[in-house]
């Protein structure tokens, strides 16, 4: 009986410490589903830097630098753009949390969310650049603003899910 | 667990620090690296990105599929709201478009017996396969669909892919069970095509904007709103004719093209199985060249 409580505890531990990763590789699929919604597919906000930047934040054990690596290296994959710009994107927005670290360990979730913006637009504006070297062509940074500005406003619902999830992984 | 003593703390957090910056460096020195042989060696890109994509077309498929009704019935009940001014246009439609049928038929009539007249070789027979749209990825920076058919369904690289209104785009990437379209609208789509009734030639070539550009226009061409553009046929990858969009919009800056296809509703599309020996058999013809040559070669 103790044997298997043993085993249960350490799935259970495996399983809580494995889900920032593939609760955001999720997120990365779910980005990728046709909503037939006019005119929003160009402007679809970027879920997956909002999983790595929570979870960088929040579980910085929990979401390692090689995670962040490997979902951008699916996003990219799957969203058949040019392989390397959105791993970049990613890396720089983990690096800024795991650098700022102390600021983040006292902040409110107000300061958290402008700290996403800051953090958000720098990942992007690499993204937006490397893309544009590596296509050899000047892409209209229009429908990038406005996916900028989607993914500001779905930040806090995505947060106070991922927040709702966390507490009750933790009862 | 224990707490590490102090000066364990001293000598761990510099290595950690170290550690992490070294991975970090090394992580985007690897993304780099993928973006370089991205550029050079596109088969290896290719190859594991239809490997990836295959693995998760059937999540979503089996996700794409209650959006897919629930957006029907949206658009149901939408439909509902307008129902007798859209039967007034359909009446009206009917009509207007019986009176091309009977032209249609007449003018088929006369082609072909103007065509066994001149023995004109006749047009590679077209087939479908029909598929799903299970994913689009969004975003500013590509402009490309999923769809759940592959090689296993006859799909090839280079075929068309259209919907009832006209030219989506063409297959870029086939997996075993999935597919890629690159939309007309995306920055790398380059397709010939001819414009309005004096059958001017030029290139639509796609920026991720919604009206992709009309470029190498010939100088004497006139080229007005509302011109229709089709594909040429030029290249062998496209069969000819297949209606693409009208001209919306002539300006200093350009000839923009605003594309037939409803791209918010773009829930099937048919991929035409053109039997034509375009580039891509040219390039099968290179290889079966090439290894013919090492054949001879190595005896």
């Known amino acids: ?171 | 667990m224990n707490k590490p003593a102090g000066s364990e703390i001293r000598v761990a957090s510099p290595l950690k620090a170290w550690a992490s910056r070294f991975a970090l460096l090394l992580l985007v020195g690897a993304a780099f690296g993928l973006m370089l042989i991205g550029r050079t060696n596109t088969f290896i890109v290719e190859e594991t990105r239809t490997a990836v994509t295959d693995m998760v077309t059937p999540i979503l498929d089996a996700v794409s599929q209650p959006v897919d009704t629930f957006s029907g019935i949206i658009d149901q009940a939408e439909s509902f709201t307008r129902l007798s001014t859209e039967n007034q246009a359909l009446k009206e439609q009917n009509a207007r478009l019986l009176q091309w049928q009977a032209v249609a038929h007449r003018l088929e009539a006369e082609n072909a017996a103007l065509r066994s007249l001149s023995n004109m070789v006749p047009d590679p027979a077209m087939t479908y396969v029909t598929a799903r749209v299970v994913g689009d990825p969004g975003g500013a920076f590509v402009r490309t669909v999923l769809i759940n058919a592959g090689a296993r369904n006859g799909v090839e690289k280079g075929q068309a892919a259209v919907t009832g209104d006209g030219l989506a785009g063409r297959i870029a990437e086939v997996g075993q069970r999935s597919a890629r379209v690159l939309l007309l609208t995306d920055i790398n789509s380059r397709v010939p095509v001819v414009v309005g009734a004096a059958r001017d030639r030029a290139v639509l070539a796609g920026d991720n904007t919604n009206a992709p550009e009309l470029l190498y226009l010939g100088p004497t061409a006139k080229v007005q709103v509302g011109d229709r553009v089709t594909t040429s046929g030029h290249g062998g990858v496209f069969p000819p004719g297949l209606p693409i969009g009208v001209v919306s919009g002539v300006s200093e800056k350009g000839i923009r093209v605003k594309p037939f296809v409803d791209w918010a509703h773009m829930e099937v599309l048919r991929i035409v199985d053109y039997e034509m020996t375009g580039i891509l058999d040219f390039e099968a013809q290179v290889g079966a060249a090439r290894a013919a040559a090492a054949a001879g070669t190595e005896q």
């Open chain 1, 1 to 171: 009986m103790r044997q298997e409580e043993g085993v249960w505890h350490r799935l259970d531990v495996v399983a809580r410490s494995i889900s920032p990763f593939f609760v955001t590789l999720l997120l990365v699929l779910l980005g990728l589903v046709p909503l037939r919604i006019a005119d929003l597919s160009p402007i679809v906000p970027a879920l997956a830097l909002i999983g790595v930047f929570f979870w960088s934040v929040h579980r910085p054990d929990l979401m390692p630098i090689w995670a962040v690596f490997l979902i951008g290296l699916l996003q990219d994959l799957l969203t058949g753009s040019v392989i390397g710009p959105g791993i970049v994107g990613l890396l720089i927005a983990h690096a800024l949390v795991v650098w700022q670290r102390r600021f983040f360990l006292a902040a409110s979730f107000a300061v958290i969310w402008c700290a996403f913006m800051l953090v958000a637009a720098a990942a992007l504006a690499v993204t937006w650049l490397l893309n544009c070297i590596a296509l050899l062509a000047y892409v209209d940074p229009a429908s990038l603003f406005f996916q900028y500005l989607v993914t500001m406003a779905f930040y806090p619902c995505l947060a106070w899910a991922f927040l709702r999830g966390q507490r009750l992984f933790q009862r």
